[in-house]
């Protein structure tokens, strides 16, 4: 036996305050992936993780560590592809390198970087993709 709850006026004020806010969230994500170029040729769009922000022992990392593995990052996701991205035979006779879904290798700071909300983009040349990655986590950068 379950009985409804009577709403009280601040409950409603309250529900009111949270849809709003919720919708306003929503509002700009929705702003955000408007802005997310779409790459053209032969470019791929990658998303680069987000950077941890302890080691593994538990230590917090210092924003300046945090910013240079990012910037340093040679990992990503592939997020789209540009309508000629291996689409050259004699360049890629064996076909795409990487589908929209991989976790990919790239050389560190390779490509066009750019930042929208709290994301770090690159647009990379197809060529630029050196391996996939079946594990982002498991992967490491040595310095």
């Known amino acids: 036996m379950t009985e409804a709850i009577e709403m009280t006026p601040a409950m409603r004020e309250l529900a009111q305050k949270r849809a709003a806010v919720h919708a306003e969230q929503e509002r700009a994500l929705a702003e955000l992936e408007a802005s997310i170029p779409k790459p053209i040729g032969y470019h791929l769009l990658i998303a ?3 950077v941890e922000e302890e080691f593994e022992g538990g230590i917090l990392k210092a924003n300046k560590t945090m910013r240079d593995e990012l910037i340093l990052s040679s990992i990503g996701l592939v ?3 540009g309508d000629q991205a291996y689409s050259d035979p004699s360049r890629f006779p ?3 390198w990487c589908k929209v879904g991989d976790y990919v290798m790239f050389r560190p700071n390779t490509g ?4 929208i909300g709290a994301t770090e983009y690159r647009l990379l ?7 996939i990655v079946p594990n982002p986590k498991a992967i490491s950068r040595t310095l």
């Open 48 to 50: 680069l993780p987000e």
């Open 79 to 81: 997020l789209d592809m």
């Open 94 to 96: 064996t076909g795409p």
């Open 112 to 115: 066009t970087r750019f930042r």
């Open 125 to 131: 040349n197809d060529d630029s993709v050196q391996a």
